[in-house]
């Protein structure tokens, strides 16, 4: 293929987005294998996004749980999932601000707490949050910083991906995929 064309179809990003998507559908997929309770194949899976996958996962790893999929709530226990991917993006460039970061929204009509996984792009690598209730309520989204940079003009800061631990909602982080589908 030419460099123009290449360049033109951009494939870089579709590239970098198709090895993403692999990551974290093999990810939630390797959890809900190791938990099956029915006889959907891994080829079967592979066709549904990111959110389903998660919802089935965290019910099969959390067997005191059913998927309800009722407005405010998944789960039977009124927990809600959320599935997220981390960016990183100038948010004012005339500050030079830049910032590593997830948003978890569609939140305002939730009715208990929140199972969210995120993915790291930048570390790939997966954080999991049990966020109660009454730490979110009142919020439509919650933005989970890893990283933030100031004073960047001409060229974007080297992200490390490592999370900035003191941040707003990194308290509510768990230590394994586990724990957040079955913390109550």
């Given amino acids: 293929m030419k460099v123009c064309e290449r360049k033109r179809l951009n494939l870089d990003w579709y590239e970098s987005r198709s090895l993403q998507n692999r990551r974290i559908k093999k990810h939630l997929i390797e959890k809900i294998v190791k ?105 439509s989204k919650l933005d989970i910083v890893f990283e933030s940079f100031s004073n960047y003009y001409n060229s974007a800061p080297k992200c490390s991906g490592q999370p900035s631990k003191w941040l707003k909602w990194w308290q509510y982080e768990v230590g394994s995929f586990e724990e957040m589908a079955t913390k109550e």
């Avoid at 959390?62 to 709530?73: E, M, Q, W």
Wanted: glycine share 6%; proline share 2%.
């Fill in 35 to 139: 938990n099956k309770s029915y006889n959907f194949t891994k080829q079967d899976l592979m066709w549904l996004n990111y959110e389903d996958l998660l919802e089935l996962a965290i019910a099969n790893t959390n067997r005191k749980i059913s998927i309800t999929l009722g407005r405010g709530k998944d789960f039977s226990d009124r927990c809600d999932a959320k599935f997220c991917v981390s960016q990183f993006r100038n948010n004012n460039v005339s500050r030079g601000i830049w910032t590593h970061s997830v948003s978890v929204s569609g939140i305002g009509f939730k009715e208990g707490p929140l199972r969210v996984c995120v993915y790291n792009k930048v570390a790939d690598c997966f954080h999991y949050f049990f966020i109660p209730y009454k730490a979110y309520k009142g919020y």
